[in-house]
């Protein structure tokens, strides 16, 4: 892929996961599903968006308005497909009987008590962990959008990488495009991001201690990501016989809360 392909891949990619209306057109598009890579750079674009909004927030803001005001930019700007996948997952894992009957209440129209909860407790985890990361200051909370939205990315490709269609629709295209070498890549990427992004907070101020165990952490927010991904595949296969859209979009919302969560425990053990 040359320069330009991945600029129109990565234009691509920022109007499909985003709602930033941006013109795409089909070459474009093609060149953003077909490199799974291309997901964790605009995942990592997205993170440091809100995070730059983040800090502006925490300057004009009482700090206790921010958190609420965050988790509003993200899905702002994200949109609430991912959560609407998070949703219908969850009405599908809480539904009992048969794997047809379970994709029939995860397709259902109509929010189940599975779906609420995980909605419910998807915003829960996220405003708590963003109280958390505003807390420790301005820088932290950049850092901890831009890991979030980066490693949200690495557990829809670890999906897209090790999981099997459920049936043909945007999932599967997804699916059926992505490369074990493209993956990779973006493995790559992302700990680069997430180790170099965790290694810049040592100098707030410098400390030895905070110089080995912040990149540390960063590597396994990755770590966990694709351990998640995994684990998600593992579940949607069991309870669905597959993977799909919605399974994507849970394995998003679920991957940036779990990062977060686990950054945030090691910096509050080690403040």
Known sequence: MDVQQLLTGI???????????VNSDEKGF?????NIYLFIIVGALIGAILGVVGIILLWLLPHALVPVL????????TGINHVDGLSD?????IASGT??????AMKDAHAGAGGILFIGMDLLFLYATISLFTGFGGPYLLIGLLIAETCAKVCIATVAAFGTSL??????MLIERTRKEHYLAGLVIAIVVCVGAMGLLAFQPFVWRKALMLPLAGFLAVALSVALGLFIVDVATKNFGGVNGDVMGAANEIGR????????ALLWTFW
Not at 99 to 104: H, I, P
Not at 257 to 264: E, K, R, V
């Open 11 to 21: 234009r691509s990619g920022f109007g499909f996961l985003t709602t930033v209306p």
């Open 30 to 34: 093609e060149a953003f599903m077909g």
């Open 70 to 77: 965050v988790v509003a930019c993200i899905y702002l700007l």
């Open 89 to 93: 997952f969850g009405d599908g894992i």
């Open 99 to 104: 794997a047809e009957k379970k994709v029939a």
């Open 167 to 172: 049936h043909q629709g945007m999932g599967s």
């Open 257 to 264: 809360i779990a990062s977060m969560l686990a950054l945030g």
